[in-house]
């Protein structure tokens, strides 16, 4: 089992920064596969970014050039940049670990893109 753990949510002006941070409570070699999920209110949760154990990575076209998806295996945190924001990226982001064939999901981290 795995706890996930996210923070760096806040609002942020359009074109703005921020960068979200997903923190595991047992090393993050064990998870080959993490990503990031949004869900915005009144739609599905969606895809953002995933990231493999050998560090390849995918984004949603509609974030793509503007986010970056890493992870630190030696601080077992998993982070994802975003630049450029706009008002439609705003959600509740959520960091997600698969350990075998079993996913775990943190409980969200609130971003607000608003002037």
């Known amino acids: 089992q795995v706890q996930l753990v996210e923070s760096g949510g806040g609002l942020v002006q359009p074109g703005g920064s921020l960068r979200l941070s997903c923190a595991a409570s047992?090393?993050?070699?064990?998870?080959?596969?993490m990503g990031w999920y949004r869900q915005a209110p009144g739609k599905q949760r969606e895809l953002v970014a995933l990231?493999?154990?050998?560090?390849?990575?995918s984004y949603a076209d509609s974030v793509r050039g503007r986010a970056t998806i890493s992870r630190d295996n030696g601080a077992n945190t998993m982070y994802l940049q975003m630049n450029s924001l706009k008002p439609e990226d705003t959600a509740v982001y959520f960091c997600?670990?698969?350990?075998?064939?079993?996913?775990?999901w943190g409980q969200g981290t609130q971003v607000t893109v608003s002037s």
């Open positions: 047992r090393s993050i070699f064990d998870l080959n596969l």
């Open positions: 990231i493999i154990s050998s560090g390849g990575t």
């Open positions: 997600s670990g698969r350990v075998g064939r079993v996913d775990y």
